[in-house]
């Protein structure tokens, strides 16, 4: 059992509380009118499938009824964030300790707020 | 063309003046399963506090907390979990999602309530539900209660995680509720009229250890 924390709640949450609900970011195509079949097919049904880190859509269906995204590891099935729509992901394929783009931003932050 | 939102929803008043006989939604219930009388030996009591005036706001937290401010007098509860009640602790409103509140009053009061807060709101974007009639109130009060709901829900009931004050939707047995604390004696379940029956006959179950009573 997942012991999962909704962003939108602020705290954990038993898995029951929850529905996985695919794949996330995946952007739909800006002109569908104009784009080809093979694009479209993509978008619609087809879906990563990869080992290690993956990012997911999740609602906390029993709850706030939000929908969130989860950072989570495949083979170890660990957590390792939860975040809000429209925010990006910290651990990435690429950067799976963390982005270090983002601990740069919240640096510069914390200096802008102590300048 | 000022307040074009207030002038083009159309309200209605559920409550009637027809002799249409009502029933609570646990009164079935009631003939069905029986309700035992609380006794000497009872740990924890049941009772269903029915006809409530139950209304649903959905909208931004600074215009609601506004208009719900100046027409109710308490003030919205913005942090996750709230539950802020009124002096006399007949009103009260619960943070449910972000951008959602759930706001109980004395029965009869609901209609009055949302069309002064359609008034105070003007053109803001929001919306307000009654959903009076689609749920009903079940309290849980005695030294048992917490077992009671140990026994009930996933969500820890632990007074250092479920302090006076909070409300949370969760699960309870195979249904769903939204439990809160308004008391430290007191606990109360916000339960779909559908599922009344389903959750009364499981809190029967699972209070008899305690000698559970119900008052009617």
């Not at chain 1, 925010?87 to 690429?94: C, D, I, M, S």
């Not at chain 2, 689609?134 to 632990?158: C, F, I, N, P, W």
């Not at chain 2, 379940?189 to 009573?213: K, M, Q």
């Amino acid at each position: 059992m997942f012991y999962i924390h909704c962003p939108y709640c602020g705290e954990y949450r038993e898995e029951e509380e929850f529905h996985p609900k695919g794949e996330a970011h995946i952007a739909r195509p800006a002109d569908p009118e104009n784009c080809s079949d093979d694009e479209w097919g993509d978008y619609l049904f087809f879906r990563d499938n990869p080992r290690g880190i993956h990012h997911e859509l999740w609602v906390h269906a029993v709850g706030c009824r939000k929908f969130f995204n989860i950072t989570r590891n495949t083979v170890s099935y660990e957590i390792l964030e939860t975040y809000k729509m429209g925010e990006q992901p910290t651990y990435t394929a690429e950067h799976p300790e963390g982005r270090p783009s983002a601990e740069a931003e919240t640096a510069s932050l914390r200096e802008g707020v102590r300048a | 063309m000022s307040n074009t939102a207030v002038e083009t929803v159309r309200t209605f008043d559920t409550r009637t003046e027809a002799k249409i006989p009502v029933e609570s939604p646990l009164t079935y219930s009631y003939r069905r399963s029986g309700a035992p009388a609380p006794t000497a030996k009872s740990r924890v009591v049941m009772r269903e506090r029915a006809f409530l005036g139950h209304l649903v706001l959905c909208g931004g937290a600074v215009v609601l907390d506004g208009a719900v401010r100046a027409v109710l007098g308490i003030s919205l509860p913005g942090e996750p979990q709230g539950l802020v009640q009124d002096d006399e602790g007949k009103r009260s409103i619960q943070w449910v999602s972000p951008d959602e509140w759930l706001v109980i009053v004395p029965g009869g009061e609901e209609f009055e309530l949302e069309n002064r807060l359609r008034a105070a709101l003007g053109d803001a974007h929001f919306a307000i539900s009654n959903v009076s009639g689609g749920q009903t109130l079940v309290e849980l009060e005695g030294e048992a209660a917490r077992e009671v709901l140990m026994k009930s829900v996933v969500y820890d009931v632990h007074p250092s995680h479920f302090p006076v004050g909070k409300g949370v939707t969760t699960i309870f047995a195979k249904t769903t509720v939204v439990l809160r604390r308004p008391s430290e004696e007191r606990w109360e379940l916000v339960v779909r009229r559908s599922f009344a029956d389903y959750t009364y006959r499981w809190l029967l179950d699972a209070g008899e250890e305690y000698a559970i009573g119900v008052e009617r």
